[in-house]
């Protein structure tokens, strides 16, 4: 059987899509697949390297701000929609798929939409808490719309086919106990914190993380920290640190970025983070507290609705960035460090929201749609 999978743009989009190509190897081990997405998306890189074919279709998304470098990105964007179209219609005619899966992203609108204008069965997965406008207009005649949260529901047209599946996590990420995760991280005993703002860093995090990292230092309240800078930071963030004089303490660990991710999060109490789904779905796997910092400018400001269902749990403390100090990043890390009960029970009511099942949920809604049970 053949499967389209649209996508691209962010991780965000990507990997749930390669994610879902993997579960439905699983089943179907000669499956062909053909991914649809940008040339100069982040796509053109990572499907590639995970032995996918890819066609390209030029879309870019709208920018709202109103600005001379945006007016002229707006105008190449309204040529490219021109032609997505045609080019969507070609690629899904040539390979002739059985199942159109989009998972986000400026690709997966003209290329979803044209599988359905041609009879093709399409599947949608949506990661947010609060659907793209892409996704919530290609629900409308999608055999079926897999959800990340239960509370997106309410955001898509009324009669549409939802699923509640949970987002798919990368291998490994539970198969570690927290007591290995500590033993392999090394670090003396007490609370470990892991921060991070996404590969690219968040400025907010990467500004305020040397004062956080000085005060619990200098203050001796036995906390270990892990903090991923991101390319952005890599200028500033370390240098930063030495100016503090804690370049180099056992009780920390930074770098760029985080290799080890699943031991990392297996071994931290604490989670700072954005609140990006892939995130939070890792958080709810291996049931950990965090403090979340949605990014305000996500579109449809869809990190602080995802940020808010871990929020309403009891499962994490939601920060908006416009609120974001260093007390107050302080009181709250004091608070977990000194009630280790409470970020104990903020992790259980965050594991509690995992779905166990997700890859199954995924592969018998697929299932489901071709009629292959």
């Known amino acids: 059987m053949k499967f389209l999978i649209a996508c691209g743009g ?14 439905i190897k699983q089943h179907l081990p000669d499956a062909e697949f053909l991914f649809a997405g940008t040339p100069d998306g982040m796509e053109a890189e990572l499907i590639p390297a995970a032995g996918y074919q890819m066609a390209h279709v030029k879309v870019a998304g709208i920018q709202r701000s109103v600005s001379p470098r945006n007016l002229i990105r707006n105008a190449k964007a309204v040529g490219y929609l021109m032609t997505a179209g045609s080019r ?3 690629i899904v005619k040539d390979f002739q798929p059985d199942l159109a899966i989009g998972t986000g992203g400026y690709a997966a609108g003209p290329v979803i939409r044209a599988a359905q204008q041609l009879g093709i069965p399409t599947v949608v997965h949506e990661q947010n808490a609060y659907p793209g406008v892409t996704n919530k207009l290609l629900a409308k005649k999608a055999a079926a719309v897999m959800m990340t949260f239960e509370a997106a529901k309410q955001y898509f047209p009324e009669g549409t ?13 539970t198969r570690c106990s927290a007591e290995q995760a500590k033993r392999r991280l090394g670090f003396p005993e007490g609370m470990t914190v892991l921060s991070f703002g996404g590969s690219q860093g968040a400025k907010c995090l990467n500004d305020l993380m040397p004062e956080i990292m000085e005060w619990h230092l200098s203050e001796n309240l036995q906390i270990n ?5 991101g390319k952005f930071g890599r200028d500033t963030f370390p240098q930063e640190l030495k100016a ?3 370049a180099e303490n056992k009780r920390l660990r930074v770098s760029e970025y985080i290799h080890d991710m699943d031991i990392c999060l297996a071994g931290a109490d ?3 983070s954005r609140a990006g789904a892939s995130t939070l779905s890792e958080l709810e796997a291996v049931g950990r507290a965090s403090v979340l910092i949605p990014y305000p400018t996500a579109a449809e400001n ?14 994490a403390i939601v920060i908006e960035q416009k609120d974001l100090t260093a007390d107050r990043l302080k009181e709250a890390i004091r608070d977990l460090s000194e009630h280790p009960a409470k970020r104990a029970a903020m992790g259980q009511r965050a594991g509690a929201l995992f779905a166990q099942d997700t890859d199954e949920r995924i592969w018998n809604i697929i299932a489901d749609v071709l009629n292959i049970r």
């Not at 962010?10 to 579960?23: Q, S």
């Not at 920290?225 to 800078?229: S, T």
């Open 10 to 23: 962010t991780g965000g989009h990507i990997n749930p899509g390669l994610a879902i190509a993997g579960i």
């Open 88 to 90: 969507s219609k070609k």
């Open 161 to 173: 086919k939802t699923f509640l599946t949970g987002l798919p996590v990368r291998g490994g990420m």
């Open 225 to 229: 920290h892990i903090h991923a800078y």
């Open 244 to 246: 503090r004089g804690i």
């Open 270 to 272: 604490l989670v700072i």
């Open 302 to 315: 869809h990190q602080y609705h995802n940020a808010m269902v871990l929020g309403k749990a009891g499962a």
